[in-house]
């Protein structure tokens, strides 16, 4: 069974962490973001590193989530 | 009392309720797993793997269980509701200092009419019902500086109505924040990945189990395979094996894609009736005792490869056989990735299909390789193939329908051909070499009858 692609862009964890900055903006985004990442397993797989990277790095991210949807938006293809 | 009684009679215990015969993982090793985490920890560390959640399907109906990875590779305890507490200090218990603990559900141990209870492991310093956790804990958290733990899966659940998202990990990391401030909490990913990703021997005869079993399916679903049948009843002789041959079940859900879904990476409908001149994929892997294989091959329908068929599927082969012959200790995954793509490319302007090498990721969209073990992509943190690691190796190429520019013969075809690779001192070893994969010996196989071709009625 191959592994999903998203598994392979360059930096999932770093989109994981952004999920609950995107979600507390209410942004629609996160919607169709979460599911395809729980329909590719990804959630499962990484949200241990996912939850260690985010705590790291959440002051920088909140400054900008703008930026961070845009990185989200970018990463996994989302329009 | 009457309980605990009970629970010691126990304790000598084989780990599983396995038939006479079948593969296990000695307890011995379980021990050593522990032991190896305890060393890697320091004494103001401590560690708690829980049980996988039970998932409710209606009313008093559950999904199959399946256990945590962590909690099957410490300690094979494969029942819910239970705790695993591992600490190298060590927690005091009627006087001893205890480094692991399984706490249980003491009610579990109760036979009724409906369930069998479990048997209990002998891996553990000590077993203790789930009702002294709390105080053990409180105790154990004394002067703990970092606590590796992880919430059993989904970490994430979102509300359907409201849309609501709620991560359950963050919520507690708050609460265990508030309740021992300056505790530090990570992921048991941290120290358990490492030493998951290399296989034991004893997890190697369980993995080659695995594939055995799961090449015993293919094999019959090979001589099975003829125009007319649907893609389910493939599956049907595939999971056949797998309940014969005593796997629990699939370790993933089985992909049996035919003409145009041969094409659709994940496809797990089964539902098409295959047709003379398709190819049909089938990605398939059995658990046995905990550890999934991972399997795929292609055949033609109709027993005999087109052309187009047979030219895709042999540069599919070279992209493998190429690959397979760089993979060793020390090379990185980076560079089996390049390989496949760099023979792919090759063998795409080869056939004319691409005239760069840049273009031939539109016909092989996917990676190539992942770990095997407890799951079926198992836990991965190593960038560069070690002995002990086992791995996938999975080449495809996916033509689409509806390009004019590409010749009619290669059009609509999927092909993926998947082994699984031990990696060993100087190279690796095939475990899944005593299934077929060359043009002439699946046109052989494909000669016979199979489990699927005898008559059943309703």
């Known amino acids: 069974m191959i592994r999903s692609q998203y598994l392979r862009r360059p930096d999932p964890t770093l989109a994981i962490a952004l999920c609950p900055i995107v979600a507390e903006n209410n942004h629609g985004l996160v919607r169709s973001f979460v599911q395809r990442c729980e329909s590719a397993s990804l959630i499962q797989e990484v949200d241990d590193e996912a939850a260690m990277f985010y705590e790291n790095r959440k002051n920088q991210f909140l400054t900008d989530t703008r930026a961070n949807v845009a990185y989200v938006r970018k990463t996994f293809g989302l329009g | 009392m009457k309980k605990h009684f009970r629970v010691y009679l126990l304790l000598g215990s084989s780990l599983f309720a396995a038939e006479p015969g079948a593969l296990q993982t000695p307890d011995t090793l379980y021990t050593q797993r522990c032991r190896q985490v305890l060393q890697q920890m320091d004494s103001t560390d401590l560690m708690l793997v829980a049980s996988a959640g039970v998932k409710n399907r209606c009313g008093d109906v559950d999904y199959p269980y399946r256990q945590d990875s962590n909690m099957l590779y410490l300690c094979g305890w494969r029942h819910p509701s239970a705790l695993l507490m591992l600490s190298p200090r060590g927690v005091n218990v009627g006087g001893k200092a205890m480094h692991t603990i399984c706490f249980y559900n003491s009610k579990a141990l109760e036979s009724t009419a409906y369930h069998r209870p479990p048997r209990l492991a002998a891996v553990c310093d000590t077993m203790l ?40 990990d963050r919520e507690l990391r708050k609460a265990l924040r508030n309740q021992y401030p300056g505790l530090t909490i990570k992921p048991v990913a941290e120290p358990l990945n490492r030493l998951r990703q ?73 539902d098409r009736r295959m047709q003379a001149g398709d190819m049909v994929v089938m990605d398939v892997g059995a658990e046995y005792n905990g550890y999934s294989a991972d399997i795929t091959r292609t055949i033609p329908v109709s027993g005999v490869f087109t052309e187009g068929q047979r030219e895709l599927y042999e540069a599919v082969l070279t ?28 063998e795409l302007m080869r056939l004319g299909l691409i005239k760069k090498a840049e273009e031939a990721k539109r016909f092989l969209p996917h990676g190539v390789s992942h770990d095997i073990g407890l799951e079926v992509h198992d836990v991965s943190s190593r960038e560069v193939l070690e002995v002990g690691m086992v791995v996938t190796l999975e080449p495809g190429l996916y033509i689409p329908a509806d390009d004019p ?54």
């Not at chain 2, 409180?138 to 970490?155: C, D, E, F, M, W």
């Not at chain 2, 296989?199 to 594939?211: T, Y």
Request: glycine share 8%.
């Open chain 2, 129 to 168: 019902a789930l009702d002294r956790f709390d105080a053990s804990l409180s105790q154990a958290l004394s002067g703990i500086r970092t606590l590796y733990y992880s919430l059993p899966k989904p970490v994430f659940v979102q509300e359907p109505v409201t849309g609501k998202h709620f991560f359950l």
């Open chain 2, 198 to 270: 290399i296989k034991s021997d004893a997890e190697i005869r369980l993995l080659q189990k695995a594939v055995d079993i799961t090449a015993a399916g293919l094999r019959e679903a090979i001589k099975s395979a003829e125009p007319g049948m649907y893609e389910y009843e493939l599956q049907a002789v595939i999971e056949y094996a797998y309940q014969r041959f005593g796997a629990a079940s699939p370790g993933f859900p089985s992909i049996i894609g035919s003409g145009p879904n041969a094409l659709i990476l994940h496809y797990d409908d089964n």
């Open chain 2, 319 to 346: 992209m493998q056989k190429e690959t397979l012959a760089v993979m060793k200790p020390g090379v990185s995954r980076r560079a089996v990735e390049e390989k496949t793509r760099e023979v792919c490319s090759r």
């Open chain 2, 405 to 458: 520019a590409i010749p009619a013969k290669y059009r609509s075809i999927g092909i993926r051909i998947e082994d699984d690779v031990w990696i060993v001192e100087g190279g690796n070893r095939v475990i899944t070499s005593g299934l077929v994969k060359e043009v002439k010996d699946i046109e052989k196989l494909m000669k016979q009858k199979g489990l699927g071709n005898q008559p059943l009625s309703l």
